[in-house]
């Protein structure tokens, strides 16, 4: 893109959407579901959910209308609990995959990314002047030396950013050029796209680092 103004078509098949407001672009992600966009932790939650809710139950049923000592079942007790809380709290983490719609403003002077999900609003205000690089994969390896795909953001404060986890690696190379061309950063790490300071928990105000 030559001209930082305009707004070239997201890639084929691609369910974001772009405009120009006043000759500023923005682009709209909108939620993936909970299938598509975070299929694995769903299906983990709810059978650790399932798994350990009929273990609790089960256990319950005897101590309660069998008359069976509590005593008995403490450790089994408090294992289930434990691990029903896990199953629960891994649910909420899909959801909050799933569910995530994200906004990003490029302004002349600043790239405000908004996300929000069914469980929270967040914000990031990014400067031009803190905005260093921006690549399509995290810069730490996983256990199985593979890199996470995602839009990373390096910032001069060392308070870099990895969004969009969830996304196709078309969706985040468009992302990644679309920053690179507005701000003139350099593109690094295998973002090239062709066509085939400070975040914040958002409420009403927010901060510009």
Known sequence: ??????LPPPPHNSAMTGELSDGQPSVQLPA????????????????????????????????IVEGEPLGDYAVALAGA?????????VFLYAVMLGTERARLDLLPDTLLITRQNKLRLKQHEITRRNLIGVSTSSSNPTRYNQYTKCLAISRADARDLELFTNRTEDDLAYL?????????????????WDDDEEDSDWDDDSQTS
């Open 81 to 89: 609990g434990v691990m029903l809380a896990a199953g629960v709290l």
């Open 1 to 6: 893109m030559t001209d930082p103004n305009t």
């Open 32 to 63: 993936r579901g909970m299938l598509r966009g975070a299929f694995g932790m769903t299906f983990l939650g709810v059978f650790i959910m399932l798994l350990c809710g009929g273990s609790l139950a089960l256990t319950l049923w005897g101590v």
């Open 176 to 192: 990644a050029t679309l920053i690179k061309d507005r701000y003139n950063l350099g593109l690094s790490d295998d973002s090239d």
